[in-house]
Nanobody, 116 residues
Framework: QVQLVESGGGLVQPGGSLRLSCQASGSSRSLVSMGWYRQAPGKARELVAAITNVGGNTKYADSVKGRFTISRDNVKSMVYLQMNSLKPEDTAVYYC?????????WGQGTQVTVSP
């Protein structure tokens, strides 16, 4: 089992920045990748960014490329999402995910609100 706990969400003005953090615990060494999804009200959950635990290969949603950066610290079992130039349409609940070859784990989510 793996437990994921997010932190760092909040209210920010358009153009501002936030950094989300996710702490993995339990059998976190079994994870092969970690990432962030988001879900806005009335919309489907979507992938924001993901990173492999070996090699650090990344992928991003087109809507966040050039603005968001995902990174990880395997020693601390942490994954981060640096979000810059935030827009109102980035408002959503952001979920940390961790995947093994068999199972996907999810955190409880953290609210990000971008508003004047």
């Amino acid at each position: 089992q793996v437990q994921l706990v997010e932190s760092g969400g909040g209210l920010v003005q358009p153009g501002g920045s936030l950094r989300l953090s996710c702490q993995a615990s339990g059998s976190s060494r079994s994870l092969v990748s970690m990432g962030w999804y988001r879900q806005a009200p009335g919309k489907a959950r979507e992938l924001v960014a993901a990173i492999t635990n070996v090699g650090g290969n990344t992928k991003y949603a087109d809507s966040v490329k050039g603005r968001f950066t995902i990174s990880r610290d395997n020693v601390k079992s942490m994954v981060y999402l640096q979000m810059n130039s935030l827009k109102p349409e980035d408002t959503a609940v952001y979920y940390c995910t961790g995947s093994t070859y068999e199972v996907d784990y999810w955190g409880q989510g953290t609210q990000v609100t971008v508003s004047p």
